[in-house]
């Protein structure tokens, strides 16, 4: 026992000495040691970043939205931009895929060939036929579509919240960027049905062709001038090395954005993203180089007489800011005050009070690069345009005198409310609202705080507004008149709003 003591005893002393001495050790070299941990600390954290970038996703931001959804920002090495609405109430899912690319996109000579995939994406792919994507989807109660504007191309899927069709439409959406088949017979098959399109939507729709000449007419140097489904000679004119080149320049995941809203399982729908799009390359794309639209100095006017015009029509336009300038909140409020509603001031007058109109409308769209500021007339059986030329600019001349009341603000800021929250009600309202925005501003949480924008919206305004860009020498104007000799050819048009493929 006492040797067994002994022992214990001066092993402790050995152990405080030993601890004595690595203390003082440890504080002459403190500097040292603190550089070490500096240094593993540092290589740990990059260890991690690494390994979460070999995963091939890294979340890029997470915010909550609309109550109870959680929206997550990811992106994939070769440039994928996926946007994850988490929405675990819905009982369906939105699965929208956005293309930077538009009719602003195309040069002269090959106008129309963004819409033109908007067709060939629902052709043949690698792995499958022609036909059968569309047989797939719908034998899985999708409701599908695309959509072709000036900024952007989308196509979407919505469905039950299902894993399986989740990772379905994951599947098929990347088999359409980087698989499809393009030859001859593909093209030329839906060359034909392009054409038979524009026939039907443009050249022999009154409206269509009004509308394609009047961005023909209000653009001189920027390509909104150009027709979205595109003009017929070029139509006819684009070749297989012309659809080649575009698929592979602009459909590519550097240049898309994936947007998913619903009820989905985070984990493995992003476990999905990357093994079915994680392998797609991305692509060489050459810098926008667009050429901005000079401002107008002189107003320019347009008739067509056709002898399928029934009722005299016109269709007037003003140069505005793009979207996300200061002034376009109070345009908007302003379209709703003069032109939208039974309350509206020329709806009112024209329509309901002196009946010499069967349509008036009035605003605005919200594009990348300055928009135009529209107002759509219809007269009724017999009555003469001039009286809506009478009409509208007195109301515009009245309106940049005196302002308007702010019970007309109020209201047009309440309508706005409601058409903005509308909208958003559903999943695939959010999914637009989410891609649209983050092309045509570069971020998606635009719509989420959009109505903090029209909230600071003052009651001058709207009269400001009004004289600074509702002005003659800004005004563009195509007429259209019943019967006489045509003044413009048909077939020379474009269309309206976003349409729907078939």
């Known amino acids: 026992m006492e040797l067994t003591s002994l022992s214990f005893l001066q092993g402790s002393l050995v152990y405080v000495r030993l601890k004595k001495s690595f203390m003082e050790h440890f504080k002459k070299n403190w500097t040292f040691y603190s550089f070490l941990l500096t240094i593993f600390i540092f290589a740990s954290i990059v260890f991690v970043l690494s390994q979460k970038e070999k995963s091939g996703v890294t979340m890029l931001e997470s915010i909550k939205a609309w109550g109870n959804v959680t929206i997550e920002r990811y992106k994939l090495p070769n440039g994928l931009q996926v946007i ?50 569309d047989r797939i989807m719908e034998s899985n109660g999708a409701n599908t579509n695309a959509s072709t504007w000036v900024d952007w191309t989308n196509y979407y899927e919505v469905l039950p919240s299902d894993e399986e069709k989740v990772e379905l439409v994951v599947r098929l959406e990347a088999e359409r960027m980087s698989n499809m088949i393009l030859n001859e017979k593909q093209i030329n098959s839906e060359r034909e049905v392009i054409k038979n399109e524009r026939r039907f939507r443009v050249d022999n729709d009154v409206e269509g062709t009004m509308n394609e000449q009047l961005d023909h007419l209000a653009y001189t140097t920027h390509p909104y001038s150009q027709p979205v489904i595109g003009w017929m000679e070029d139509i006819t004119g684009l070749t297989l090395e012309d659809c080649i080149s575009f698929y592979k320049t602009y459909y590519a995941p550097n240049n898309a954005t994936i947007v998913i809203v619903g009820n989905v399982n985070k984990k493995k729908t992003m476990e999905w993203i990357q093994k079915y799009y994680g392998g797609i390359p991305s692509s060489q794309i050459a810098p926008e180089n667009i050429p901005m639209e000079p401002p107008q100095t002189k107003e320019r006017k347009m008739m067509i007489r056709r002898d399928d015009i029934d009722v005299e029509k016109v269709i007037y336009a003003f140069h505005v800011p793009q979207y996300k300038h200061d002034d376009t909140p109070a345009l908007e409020l302003l379209g709703e005050i003069l032109f939208n509603g039974e309350g509206s001031r020329l709806y009112k007058q024209m329509i309901i009070d002196e009946e010499i109109a069967s349509h008036v409308s009035g605003g605005m769209m919200d594009l990348k690069d300055p928009s135009l500021f529209q107002i759509s007339v219809a007269m009724r059986k017999n009555q003469p345009i001039q009286k809506a030329h009478n009409r509208v600019f007195a109301a515009l001349e009245k309106l940049q005198k005196e302002g308007v009341t702010q019970k007309e603000f109020d209201r047009a800021k309440n309508r706005f409310e409601m058409s903005y929250y509308h909208s958003l009600e559903s999943v695939s309202g959010k999914a637009r609202a989410l891609g649209h925005y983050q092309i ?53 048009g474009h269309l309206m709003k976003k349409k729907k493929r078939r």
């Open 440 to 492: 045509i501003v570069g971020d998606y949480k635009e719509p989420i705080h959009m109505m903090k924008r029209y909230l600071k919206v003052k009651l001058p305004d709207i009269q400001r507004v009004a004289q600074k860009y509702l002005v003659a020498t800004n005004r563009s104007s195509i007429v259209a008149l019943p019967a006489g000799k045509s003044a413009v050819k048909k077939g020379q």
């Open 84 to 133: 994850l609405a988490l929405k675990p109430d819905s009982p369906t899912f939105a699965y929208y895929t956005w293309f930077n690319v538009g009719s602003r996109h195309e040069k002269k000579g090959k106008t129309g060939i963004a819409h033109f995939f908007e067709h060939l994406l629902f052709k043949e792919s690698k792995n499958l036929k022609e036909g059968e994507f």
